[in-house]
């Protein structure tokens, strides 16, 4: 009993020293041991093979990274007689002088990692290359703040690590954030700082929504006015309420070549692209580009919009060219993104045109229904059977917002997944209980391009200041979910709109640090979660934002 007690003692005690360490997002288990591991002399990494992925890329990646910010020259030493297992690895270490030592634990989950920190070497244990690149993220927060942000800090002299010993795993599979440019356009420079701080809070899902009403933000080869029409528009500013249209020439859009070295930039920090063409609705751009076959209306005027809001130009569902143009449009969107997921939107889709056109009404009545939100659905059913028959290795499960559970779902089967941002709670569990997955992205508190404070220096946005730091990271995602539906649950995702953002610094600002907060409900145990330990930890981050160039909201900093 005398050691159990003594156990329990230690325990808290080192429990409560881990709480110093600021690491976001909060491992699973943290135990800090006394000592550090200093890069002094020759530091050598052991690194083997490992099945069915390399990890030579992200153990180059972890070395140059080390090598730039604190001049530290790790050596590699790659096993070439395979893998090595199990958590003794002192036959490996008699190998060399090995000081650094990676080693597969196959029975691991596909994203988890073990790290120990000892004075005289670091153990990391994981199943793939997410896992050791995961280590690797938590490596880099145990040291000064600029070598997460890549950048030297000359002044330090001496590198250092705490001895630890954490065992990591995320809670969820989906990890997200959302950029909205299809109503402003900030350009792969400002993609890639993004990417970076999603990297660096162990996020893994960048939702790139392409296109809007008020633009179209990607090339397709096929149909290149969408780029040359579609990507303009006579207003700098969306234009809502007192404040109008500009006539400023305004647009922007990514090429083929874009695409590509930022999709590869986001795999070497194993975050995948989730492109999101949001069609039918909130479709005007693409509309004013092709009105002669996607309108409703081809005879009147279309523009690209230049109002908030939604639009009533929606796509003709049933014109055969537009249902072409959709799988052209997905067609080249798999070649780009080699990723799992396609989003198609499906959120806030007028259906007063297609009321009022008669081939509309005529492909209603042949489906055998009243319901005009089930054009919808035919329309992607449509979709989804052109992407079923496409070979493997270019299958992509779609996604939709929740505003598909409106119509008939029973067409497109429950192999989809609904991103939940409308009363999401209930919406994700009612998509869960049609056999559906489902991520969380409410919109109370998740949208944060919402106001995070009411101070007066706040940028103009959405919202009144109340999604705070702290009301975002006390959001408890799948709470009260029944056991039995908790399988069907991805994830959680933040959303950031871009109606009232013009500028790369303000998307920067409102997105920082509550970005962290999500990251931390992605990931952490739910019953570890504390927002006073949160704050503490998230003190530091300031130094890696300023590091990193850019900006955030200050209001939590002390």
Same mark, same amino acid.
């Given at each position: &009993?005398?050691?159990?007690?003594?156990?329990?003692?230690? !325990?808290?005690?080192? #429990?409560?020293?881990?709480?110093?360490?600021?690491?976001?997002?909060?491992?699973?288990?943290?135990?800090?041991?006394?000592?550090?591991?200093?890069?002094?002399?020759?530091?050598?990494?052991?690194?083997?093979?490992?099945?069915?992925?390399?990890?030579?890329?992200?153990?180059?990646?972890?070395?140059?990274?080390?090598?730039?910010?604190?001049?530290?020259?790790?050596?590699?030493?790659?096993?070439?007689?395979?893998?090595?297992?199990?958590?003794?690895?002192?036959? =490996?270490?008699?190998?060399?002088?090995?000081?650094?030592?990676?080693?597969?634990?196959?029975?691991?989950?596909? %994203?988890?990692? $073990?790290? #120990?920190?000892?004075?005289?070497?670091?153990?990391?244990?994981?199943?793939?290359?997410?896992?050791?690149?995961?280590?690797?993220?938590?490596?880099?927060?145990? &040291?000064? /703040?600029?070598?997460?942000?890549?950048?030297?800090?000359?002044?330090?002299?001496?590198?250092?690590?705490?001895?630890?010993?954490?065992?990591?795993?995320? /809670?969820?599979?989906?990890?997200?954030? &959302?950029?909205?440019?299809?109503?402003?356009?900030?350009?792969?420079?400002?993609?890639?700082?993004?990417?970076?701080?999603?990297?660096?809070?162990?996020?893994?899902?960048?939702?790139?929504?392409?296109?809007?009403?008020?633009?179209?933000?990607?090339?397709?080869?096929?149909?290149?006015?969408?780029?040359?029409?579609?990507?303009? /528009?006579?207003?700098?500013?969306?234009?809502?309420?007192?404040?109008?249209?500009?006539?400023?020439?305004?647009?922007?859009?990514?090429?083929?070549?874009?695409?590509?070295?930022?999709?590869?930039?986001?795999?070497?920090?194993?975050? %995948?692209?989730?492109?999101?063409?949001?069609?039918?609705?909130? #479709?005007?751009?693409?509309?004013?580009?092709?009105?002669?076959?996607?309108?409703?209306?081809? %005879?009147?005027?279309?523009?690209?919009?230049?109002?908030?809001?939604?639009?009533?130009?929606?796509?003709?569902?049933?014109?055969?060219?537009?249902?072409?143009?959709?799988?052209?449009?997905?067609?080249?969107?798999?070649?780009?993104?080699?990723?799992?997921?396609?989003?198609?939107?499906?959120?806030?889709?007028?259906?007063?045109?297609?009321?009022?056109?008669?081939?509309?009404?005529?492909?209603?009545?042949?489906?055998?229904?009243?319901?005009? $939100?089930?054009?919808?659905?035919?329309?992607?059913?449509?979709?989804?059977?052109?992407?079923?028959?496409?070979?493997?290795?270019?299958?992509?499960?779609?996604?939709?917002?929740?505003? =598909?559970?409106?119509?008939?779902?029973?067409?497109?089967?429950?192999?989809?997944?609904?991103?939940?941002?409308?009363?999401?709670?209930?919406?994700?569990?009612?998509?869960?209980? /049609?056999?559906?997955?489902?991520?969380?992205?409410?919109?109370?508190?998740?949208?944060?391009? $919402?106001?995070? #404070?009411?101070?007066?220096?706040?940028?103009?946005?959405?919202?009144?200041?109340?999604?705070?730091?702290?009301?975002?990271?006390?959001?408890?995602?799948?709470?009260?979910?029944?056991?039995?539906?908790?399988?069907?649950?991805?994830?959680?995702?933040?959303? !950031?709109?871009?109606?009232?953002?013009?500028?790369?610094?303000? =998307?920067?600002?409102?997105?920082?640090?509550?970005?962290?907060?999500?990251?931390?409900?992605?990931?952490?145990?739910?019953?570890?979660?504390?927002?006073?330990?949160?704050?503490?930890?998230?003190?530091?981050?300031?130094?890696?934002?300023?590091?990193?160039? =850019?900006?955030?909201?200050?209001?939590? !900093?002390?």
């Amino acid at each position: &009993m005398k050691r159990i007690v003594f156990t329990l003692l230690l !325990f808290l005690c080192v #429990s409560l020293q881990a709480q110093e360490i600021s690491i976001i997002p909060k491992p699973a288990e943290m135990y800090l041991e006394e000592g550090e591991f200093s890069f002094n002399g020759k530091v050598v990494i052991c690194y083997p093979e490992i099945k069915d992925g390399c990890v030579d890329a992200v153990v180059d990646n972890f070395v140059e990274n080390i090598k730039k910010t604190t001049g530290v020259k790790l050596v590699k030493d790659r096993l070439k007689d395979g893998l090595f297992l199990g958590w003794d690895v002192q036959e =490996v270490a008699k190998k060399g002088d090995a000081h650094i030592v990676l080693y597969v634990d196959e029975y691991m989950g596909k %994203e988890a990692y $073990r790290l #120990s920190v000892t004075p005289k070497r670091i153990n990391i244990a994981a199943a793939t290359p997410a896992g050791f690149f995961y280590a690797f993220q938590t490596l880099k927060q145990l &040291m000064p /703040r600029n070598v997460m942000a890549g950048v030297c800090d000359e002044n330090v002299k001496e590198w250092s690590i705490p001895c630890v010993f954490i065992v990591d795993e995320p /809670r969820f599979s989906w990890r997200g954030f &959302m950029l909205d440019e299809g109503r402003h356009f900030y350009g792969k420079e400002e993609i890639k700082k993004i990417i970076n701080v999603m990297s660096a809070y162990k996020m893994n899902r960048f939702h790139w929504h392409l296109t809007e009403d008020q633009g179209w933000r990607i090339e397709i080869k096929k149909y290149p006015k969408l780029t040359e029409v579609g990507a303009w /528009r006579d207003s700098k500013v969306c234009a809502w309420g007192d404040v109008k249209p500009d006539g400023i020439r305004y647009g922007g859009y990514y090429t083929h070549e874009d695409i590509k070295e930022v999709v590869e930039y986001a795999k070497e920090r194993f975050v %995948e692209i989730v492109p999101e063409v949001d069609i039918p609705g909130h #479709s005007q751009a693409a509309v004013a580009s092709y009105p002669e076959f996607l309108a409703c209306d081809p %005879e009147n005027k279309h523009d690209v919009w230049l109002w908030q809001g939604v639009s009533n130009d929606v796509i003709n569902v049933a014109n055969p060219l537009a249902v072409q143009f959709a799988k052209d449009v997905i067609d080249e969107l798999t070649e780009l993104f080699p990723f799992g997921y396609i989003h198609l939107g499906g959120d806030e889709c007028p259906t007063h045109k297609w009321e009022h056109n008669s081939d509309c009404q005529a492909l209603l009545k042949e489906i055998g229904s009243t319901n005009y $939100r089930d054009l919808q659905i035919h329309f992607y059913k449509q979709l989804k059977d052109h992407i079923a028959k496409k070979p493997a290795e270019q299958q992509r499960k779609l996604i939709f917002w929740n505003e =598909v559970l409106h119509g008939n779902t029973e067409p497109l089967g429950n192999d989809i997944t609904i991103m939940a941002w409308i009363y999401a709670d209930g919406a994700a569990k009612d998509a869960a209980k /049609r056999g559906m997955n489902t991520i969380l992205s409410p919109q109370i508190p998740y949208y944060i391009n $919402r106001k995070q #404070s009411d101070l007066p220096t706040e940028p103009h946005s959405q919202g009144y200041g109340t999604e705070t730091v702290e009301r975002v990271y006390d959001y408890k995602p799948m709470n009260d979910v029944p056991d039995e539906l908790q399988g069907k649950y991805m994830g959680v995702q933040a959303n !950031f709109w871009t109606e009232w953002v013009v500028e790369p610094e303000v =998307v920067q600002y409102l997105m920082l640090p509550r970005l962290a907060a999500v990251a931390e409900a992605g990931w952490s145990n739910a019953e570890r979660r504390d927002y006073k330990s949160f704050l503490e930890r998230l003190q530091g981050e300031q130094v890696y934002y300023r590091l990193l160039g =850019v900006d955030y909201g200050k209001h939590v !900093f002390k």
